[in-house]
Structure formats: C-alpha cells, structure tokens
C-alpha cells in the first residue's frame, strides 16, 4: 500500500512536471503566435501539447505501485510507429534481489565501460568510476549477476524531458535489487541550467536522498531536470544513433495501471556486460 507521504511526494513531483510543460506550451505557442502574426495572411496558429505526466522508476512512491518503484518522468504519447527492433534473444529475466549494497570491489582510478546488447542495437556507456563509485560499483555487480539480461526497457518520454528508461526487472517501473546506493556526482559539470544533456545516463529515484537502486534513464535530447539523478556515465555515438532510432517509433499511451508510456519499439536488454579496461 502507499502511505500519505508517498503519494504527496508523487503529487508534488507531478505538479512540478505540469508546471514545466505548461512554460514549455507557454513558449512554443507565443513563438507560433507571433510568427502568424508577421505573416501576410496574419493568420493565428496556435500550437497544443499535450500535458505529461509523472512516472515513477526507482524507490518507493508510485501511486499506482508498490514500495519498490523508481522516478522519472514520463510523457504523453506519440503516434504508433512501425518497431525499428529485432524479436529478444531466448532466455528469462532474473528475479533475485540483495539486503545490501554490495561490497566495493572496483578500482575507481581504473576506466569502465558498459555495453547493453539491444535488440535494436548495442548501446555503449563509458562509465564514470571516479565520480559515481557507488553506482559503478552497483551495475558491475549486477551485470556480473545477469540481472539486467532480457529485461525491457519500460519507459520512453517524449514531450518536456527526453529519456529512455530501463533496469527494472519487472519492467512495470516498480523493480529494484533490494537495496538502495547514495546519490552521487550531483554536481558533475555537465549538468548546466538544471539541464541533463543528451547522451548522459542517470539514476532514476523516488526524490528521496540516496533512492537509487536499479533503473536508470539514457538522455537522448536535452532534458529540463533538476541535478537529482546520479550521472554515472555517457552514451557513445554509435549508441546515441541507437537511441534516437528507439525515440522516433514514439512511445505508447500511459499505462492506466503503472503510468508507463512504454516505447513502440521493443527494447530489450539481451545482455549488459560491465569491463574494466
């Protein structure tokens, strides 16, 4: 069951995200506004979109789900599109979870790398040890555990923040290992104007201090969000063009049981595979 304050955390970061995309229609339909207004004809074309709302990814305030959920936000969704992606390799999605944080094991002056073996194409991270050991840590673990193979990608928004959301097992967005890891990097250069840049991966979390867990978002626009989501690595280009493929086929509607607008594409993880180099 969700408790008061879990819902009056969802409630407030849903009304947060409301206001973001209602400056962002703001915006979008006074530039349209003022260029009819300049044409010859003089005719006035006002623009709507569509408001997002709120799904949630890593930790415990879902409305909709259980005390294992995650945050992100999600969009409204766009048009159905044909599926860009291959059927998944054979195999099931490992249920296992952890009382605790693994033990730190990696060198955090080493160099890592993560590689999601898609079905719509391997998407590579370079991985930020020195800044996120925590985190870096926790995927090095779990991908040794084979606990992100054949899972699904669960989420992709497309209207006010631009991400592609994975590492539930359940992929339901209520998924985790078991144990929650500290924020890290919150400060890390990149995050400029309360934006994340494309090509950034995140934690997502229950906008709770240290809520991560085990889902995390691959920015592929620039996104307005405030420097709550652990950065823990950067996608590669060749994996960017992977990305944005996924984001064209759009994403499904909202999900009346979980709030998840689900991508047309099917994207799944056959693999995840952490190296040290």
Same mark, same amino acid.
């Given at each position: ?46 623009? !709507?979109?569509? =408001?997002? #709302? %709120? ?11 259980? +005390?294992?959920?995650? $945050? ?40 890592? !790398?993560?590689? =999601?073996? #898609? %079905? ?11 800044? +996120?050991?925590?985190? $870096? ?63 950034? $991966? ?76």
């Amino acid at each position: 069951m969700v408790s008061q304050e879990q819902r009056r955390r969802q409630l407030a970061r849903e009304k947060f995200l409301r206001q973001q995309q209602r400056r962002t229609s703001a915006r979008r339909k006074a530039r349209m506004r003022n260029a009819a207004i300049a044409s010859v004809l003089g005719v006035i074309l006002i623009g !709507s979109l569509a =408001l997002y #709302t %709120t799904g949630v990814v890593l930790g415990d305030d879902d409305s909709k789900t259980n +005390a294992g959920a995650e $945050v992100t936000p999600s969009a409204s969704a766009s048009s159905k599109a044909p599926d860009p992606c291959d059927k998944p390799a054979e195999g099931k999605v490992k249920t296992q979870t952890w009382k605790k944080e693994p033990a730190m094991t990696i060198d955090k002056s080493a160099k890592y !790398s993560m590689k =999601l073996e #898609t %079905t719509c194409g391997d998407i590579d991270i370079a991985l930020k040890a020195d800044a +996120a050991p925590h985190t $870096v840590n926790s995927f090095d673990f779990l991908a040794g555990k084979g606990y992100f193979d054949h899972t699904k990608c669960h989420r992709l928004t497309t209207e006010g923040i631009f991400v592609l959301q994975c590492g539930d097992p359940t992929a339901q967005g209520n998924g985790g290992p078991g144990y929650n890891i500290p924020d890290e990097n919150l400060k890390d250069k990149s995050l400029k104007d309360n934006t994340y840049p494309a090509g950034t $991966v995140a934690m997502a979390n229950t906008g709770q201090p240290d809520s991560g867990g085990s889902q995390f978002f691959l920015v592929y626009q620039n996104s307005p969000l405030p420097p709550s989501y652990t950065p823990f690595g950067t996608v590669s280009e060749e994996g960017m063009t992977v990305l944005k493929k996924i984001a064209s086929a759009g994403s499904q509607p909202a999900d009346p049981a979980t709030g998840n607008t689900a991508p047309n594409a099917t994207v799944v993880i056959d693999k995840a595979t952490v190296t040290k180099s």
